[in-house]
């Protein structure tokens, strides 16, 4: 019986021995390989925190409403601005005020007149009252401008002199009066000129233009012995 000749066996061995060699291949791996399986669910940024952990998004605090798109209450909406930066749009709550200071009481927001008389120890002591009639609060601080004057405006005797005081400014709100005392000996026990006024001019502190009240109170002393006429500072309300 004829044999194979060397190289034929020789051939045959190696493609035995690389048919096994396959067959342990695939009992070692259990099975036919399975292709790549994707798994559901996104990849977290890398945020430095332990794993399992939520990373807070940058610039908010955990629980801000501006984290969840929302304003927080008592807090003001954002602008975002060229860069990145934020910004406040304004405070949701707040009141709003004017800052300025009150002005003083000008002649055209005042009414004068004159009070009751309360004389004593031969002194005649009058008011002379002005009154907020604006609609404006405003402020008077002083002594006021007076003069007595006749029917043609004609001013008699010298003009009053001041009393030692200290000024104070007094708040005149709508309605609110200031007084100063005008005083004077009576002329029946000094002996003094005396001459009837038709009027009493009276000028605001600080101010030019005048008011005039009607005089009905009598003779004034206008020259001669303890002829002169004193004012006070003004003070809250009508009289003392």
């Known amino acids: 019986?004829?044999?194979?000749?060397?190289?034929?066996?020789?051939?045959?061995?190696?493609?035995?021995?690389?048919?096994?060699?396959?067959?342990?291949?695939a009992c070692g791996n259990g099975g036919t390989a399975s292709p790549p399986q994707h798994v559901s669910g996104t990849a977290a940024p890398a945020s430095g925190e332990p794993s399992g952990g939520t990373a807070a998004s940058a610039g908010t605090a955990p629980g801000d409403g501006a984290a969840q798109g929302r304003t927080a209450p008592g807090s003001s909406p954002a602008t975002t601005r060229a860069g990145g930066t934020t910004a406040s749009t304004g405070t949701g709550t707040g009141t709003g005020t004017s800052g300025g200071a009150v002005g003083r009481c000008h002649t055209s927001?005042?009414?004068?007149?004159?009070?009751?008389?309360?004389?004593?120890?031969?002194q005649e002591n009058f008011p002379v009252v002005l009154t907020n009639v604006s609609g404006h609060t405003c402020t008077v601080r002083g002594y006021p401008g007076a003069a007595f004057v006749d029917a043609a405006g004609r001013q008699l005797g010298p003009d009053p002199k001041r009393e030692a005081g200290t000024p104070t400014t007094?708040?005149?709100k709508p309605g609110r009066s200031a007084w100063a005392g005008l005083?004077?000996?009576?002329?029946?026990?000094?002996?003094?000129?005396?001459?009837?006024?038709?009027?009493?001019?009276?000028?605001?502190?600080d101010e030019r233009d005048h008011l005039t009240v009607p005089w009905k109170a009598g003779p004034v002393p206008?020259?001669?012995n303890a002829s002169s006429v004193f004012l006070t500072v003004l003070s809250p309300g009508t009289a003392p």
Do not use: C, E, H, W
């Open 109 to 122: 927001q005042l009414k004068a007149s004159v009070g009751r008389n309360d004389p004593g120890a031969g």
């Open 222 to 224: 206008v020259g001669g």
């Open 1 to 25: 019986m004829p044999y194979p000749s060397l190289p034929v066996n020789r051939a045959a061995l190696l493609a035995g021995t690389a048919a096994v060699l396959g067959l342990l291949t």
């Open 183 to 205: 005083t004077f000996s009576n002329p029946g026990v000094s002996g003094a000129k005396t001459a009837t006024p038709a009027a009493l001019i009276v000028t605001p502190p």
């Open 170 to 172: 007094v708040t005149l």
